[in-house]
């Protein structure tokens, strides 16, 4: 199988997956290195195709389920621990956590997707960030970041509002 056809199966596999894929998991299928991947994932954005990069592997994005509602919340916490009850208060909750973005005061929004909507995806996000020893991306803000979450009706969403006001991570607008 030549590149192209092996990005062509790479898009493929994608486009059907209903979850993200890792890289060394396609590395393996269609036994070249990780690093072979990156390009072709990299080669495929660059036609343009959306491709996010996940804690949990790639994925493209579908569009929202119409009957699930999307909304953004705004947070400050520090530390490991935090983050994880914060993740785990939104899931446990019924929520999914679709990303985390802070406002850099020079480069502007980042934003970087998480995908994460059960235990295990969690368990995974803290493991991969602890064993890197990597720095949130609300490090760079003071704590403060907003995530875009996603829950199946406005019950749900205000049931983490009230967890997370008590907690108190979420910041309100008042």
Request: charged share 35%; with cysteine.
């Amino acid at each position: 199988m030549n590149a192209q056809e092996r990005r062509e199966k790479i898009l493929d596999k994608l486009n059907k997956g209903m979850k993200p894929v890792k890289g060394t998991e396609l590395s393996k299928e269609f036994d070249v290195s990780r690093q072979i991947i990156v390009q072709d994932i990299a080669l495929l954005r660059a036609k343009g195709e959306d491709i996010l990069a996940t804690p949990q592997g790639y994925i493209i994005p579908k569009a929202y389920k119409e009957d699930r509602i999307t909304k953004k919340i705004v947070c400050k916490h520090e530390g490991y621990d935090e983050i994880e009850d914060e993740l785990k208060t939104i899931i446990d909750l019924g929520g999914k956590i679709v990303d985390v973005i802070v406002e850099h005061p020079l480069y502007g929004e980042i934003k970087s997707p998480l995908e994460i909507s059960s235990r295990l995806d969690l368990q995974e996000f803290m493991s991969s960030i602890r064993k890197t020893k990597a720095e949130p991306l609300s490090s760079l803000t003071e704590g403060i970041h907003i995530h875009t979450i996603e829950v199946d009706d406005e019950r749900s969403f205000k049931g983490i509002e009230k967890a997370l006001t008590q907690k108190k991570y979420l910041i309100n607008g008042d």
